[in-house]
Antibody, heavy 120, light 107 residues
């Protein structure tokens, strides 16, 4: 059974960089999937942030493209998200997830989510 | 970006009711449409993929239909555990946008 677990600081200062890692177990990061980040501000809906393939290809949300970097660490079977120049609007629960590749892509596996608060 | 609009935003219903939630895409997305259920404080769970295919383990009272721009999620007979928030998501192109959600509440 594939499991994903987010980790990283729960508090980030404004203008700083949000850094999260997602550890994958029960499956290989080298498999043909989109490794995905989705966030959810408190009390609001889901927002797709972006995705990365094991070969390094990425797709980012245009809304945040200038601030996002995603990467994969094959040796640790994990992938990461960096979001710089954060503001209070970036406060959210961040989920890592695994999406199928190709036609009819969907997210079958999700991490439990981690709350990141942007505050001084 | 493709915009996804769900209706209604919230819905009150009783156990045993039949409920339908709609999702409209701002442009055609073929059948590249998923439905997720999110219970309070939990990660979303996939219910329906490819507009009408039931994810393994999901009860058969859930069904999806549609193609192009208009889609529906139907729950044939509401159970207590179905009171949650439901999201559609298009995966026809990136960004893979979600609808704003439909909160299903107990009447």
């Amino acid at each position: 059974q594939v499991q994903l677990q987010e980790s990283g600081p729960g508090l980030v200062k404004p203008s700083g960089t949000l850094s999260l890692t997602c550890a994958v177990s029960g499956g290989s990061i080298n498999s043909s999937h989109w490794w995905t980040w989705v966030r959810q501000p408190p009390g609001k809906g889901l927002e797709w942030i972006g995705e990365i393939y094991h070969g390094g290809s990425t797709n980012y949300s245009p809304s945040h493209k200038s601030r996002i970097t995603m990467s994969i660490d094959k040796s640790k079977n994990q992938f990461s998200l960096k979001l710089n120049s954060v503001t209070a609007a970036d406060t959210a629960v961040y989920y890592c997830a695994r999406a199928s590749v190709g036609i009819y892509s969907s997210i079958r596996y999700w991490g439990q989510g981690t709350l990141v608060t942007v505050s001084s | 970006d493709i915009q996804m609009t769900q209706s209604p935003s919230s819905l009150s219903a009783s156990v045993g009711d039949r409920v339908t939630i709609t999702c409209r895409a701002s442009q055609g997305i073929n059948r590249n449409l998923n439905w997720y259920q999110q219970r309070q404080g939990k990660a979303p769970q996939l219910l329906i993929y490819a507009a009408s295919s039931l994810q393994t383990g999901v009860p058969s009272r859930f069904s999806g239909s549609g193609s192009g721009t208009d889609f529906t999620l139907t729950i044939s007979s509401l159970q207590p555990e179905d009171f949650a928030t439901y999201y559609c998501q298009q995966t026809d192109s990136t960004p893979r946008t979600f609808g704003q959600g439909t909160r299903l509440e107990i009447k």
